[in-house]
């Protein structure tokens, strides 16, 4: 273990490599600077810019879209928002619990995906986060040109009748999302800190207008607040469960590459109490302001309009209009450049770490935003709900089962950092690069609720994939990982490898 001396450094539980480690694997075919454990003096988010960060990423277009689209499937308002957050309580567990990687070690996702998948398995699991980050990339980009495109038409009905104008929009907001990505955490970290206020100010603004516009018609809160659901009768749990999978799925992606961002958190306090004050809180509150104005364009305008960039192509005043734009710009780019840029990035830079920075990984998720086709994506409330967030939650509910299981059962919070980029000498290669039980695994977990999309009498399990496959995992994986020994670190390798210092004030 000579050569493995002192190769990671602790101070106050926070771990780091040592500028010797990190000297040693420069040439490294596995390491670069960007997948590299983050530096401690580079850990600078505080509980603030955490909350920050989700109340940027939870006010958002399809928070708006998953709580009134909700209700058009046939709940009532009241039980829309229970389903949003009770989905949001359930996916706190797994965020919370996959942060802690993060914060401690310093590590990305693909590197964090090491440890369950192996150094070359990483890739099945990175990519496959990837493609999501990718398609909601696309999705947002879309929302985002669509009201810069509804405020033109307002001010230029020229312009409104151009069939060329929504794809001019689209490219312009496409642009502006990555060259602000491309620009890094410090970048996003200024952003969501600038943006979070000025959402909160707008999606009160938005409230007071939908109430002016319902006390105008003669109405109240009342009128809006009393709709009643619409389902037939005993349709309720066909509505319900799979409007909470898909609330589930709906920051499930985050629940894997959270340890993108909880990396640059000052400790654990921060990133737990930044998640637990600007998730959960967030996302009611502002499905709450979707369900409001849903409801309140069904008397204003005759019909409910659960898409915001229409609503605001209807609004006559063209201030009011640039303000719900603009409103809708700042909410998009706060979402889309920290939810789906980071993660696909530094994927696409894991799979080849010498030739791929993440600035390259930015463009090349920016092109497969376009080539995904959001506007297809988004052409039903029903198929943006069901089809779309129902059916990846369903394999990705088994990732972060296993990611917990192997984490905290299998390795007890203890890792080897300068192995994470090593090959077949290191503890993670697993014999050939990928730990064929962590495939295993995501098979076994996923199987179950995808029969259920094709065979009704399984249904059950797909109405619920997300969280019956994350339960499958958990057991699963530290069953086939029980005789696995070679991967683990022992408490006395962690004391010959780890320096221990003691922080000072």
């Given at each position: ?45 505080t509980t603030y810019h955490i909350a920050a960060l989700w109340v940027g990423m939870s006010v958002c ?445």
């Amino acid at each position: 273990m000579a050569e493995k001396r002192k190769t990671q450094r602790e101070v106050n539980g926070l771990y780091e490599l040592t500028e010797s480690a990190r000297e040693a694997l420069k040439d490294n075919v596995y390491y670069n600077e960007d997948l590299a454990p983050t530096k401690l003096k580079e850990r600078t988010w505080t509980t603030y810019h955490i909350a920050a960060l989700w109340v940027g990423m939870s006010v958002c277009i399809p928070t708006y879209m998953m709580a009134s689209g909700i209700m058009a499937a046939g709940l009532s308002w009241w039980q829309a928002i229970l389903n949003i957050a009770l989905g949001n309580l359930i996916v706190l567990i797994p965020m919370q619990l996959n942060s802690h990687a993060g914060t401690k070690y310093g590590i990305p996702y693909p590197v964090f995906a090491r440890l369950a998948f192996g150094i070359r398995g990483s890739h099945i699991a990175a990519i496959a986060r990837a493609i999501v980050a990718a398609g909601w990339f696309g999705i947002q980009c879309w929302i985002g040109g669509g009201a810069i495109n509804g405020v033109i038409s307002v001010m230029s009905p020229t312009w409104g009748a151009w069939a060329g104008g929504i794809w001019v929009s689209f490219f312009i907001f496409w642009a502006l999302n990555v060259w602000i990505a491309y620009n890094g955490a410090e970048a996003i970290k200024f952003m969501e800190a600038w943006g979070a206020p000025i959402l909160g100010v707008l999606s009160v603004g938005l409230m007071l207008w939908a109430y002016n516009g319902v006390t105008a018609a003669g109405q109240t809160i009342g009128s809006v607040l009393n709709m009643p659901a619409t389902y037939a009768p005993g349709e309720f749990w066909k509505i319900f469960l799979p409007s909470l999978t898909a609330n589930i799925a709906f920051w499930s992606t985050l629940a894997l590459n959270i340890p993108d961002f909880s990396r640059y958190a000052k400790s654990q306090k921060d990133q737990f109490n930044g998640q637990l004050l600007g998730l959960p809180t967030t996302m009611a509150a502002f499905a709450f302001v979707g369900v409001f104005v849903t409801g309140a364009t069904g008397i204003i305008f005759g019909e409910f309009l659960w898409d915001p960039v229409a609503v605001i192509a209807k609004i006559d005043s063209p201030l009011a209009a640039l303000l719900g734009a603009f409103g809708i710009a700042i909410a998009t780019l706060t979402t889309n450049i920290a939810a789906n840029v980071v993660a696909p990035a530094n994927g696409i830079s894991n799979l080849n770490p010498k030739k791929i920075s993440y600035k390259m990984g930015t463009l090349i998720t920016g092109v497969a935003g376009v080539v995904i086709m959001p506007w297809r994506l988004l052409a039903t409330a029903g198929g943006y709900i069901f089809g779309w967030l129902g059916t990846y939650g369903l394999f990705l509910g088994p990732l972060a089962g296993m990611y917990i299981a192997d984490y905290y059962i299998y390795r007890k919070k203890i890792l080897d950092l300068d192995d994470l980029f090593k090959g077949e000498e290191g503890r993670y290669w697993y014999g050939n690069g990928i730990n064929e039980k962590a495939i295993y695994t995501w098979i076994i977990a996923a199987i179950v609720p995808l029969l259920g999309r094709f065979i009704p009498a399984l249904s059950f399990f797909a109405d619920n994939g997300w969280i019956i496959g994350f339960l499958i995992a958990l057991l699963v994986y530290p069953a086939l990982m029980k005789n696995e020994t070679s991967s683990l670190v022992s408490e006395s390798e962690d004391a010959e490898i780890t320096d221990r210092v003691k922080a000072t004030n």
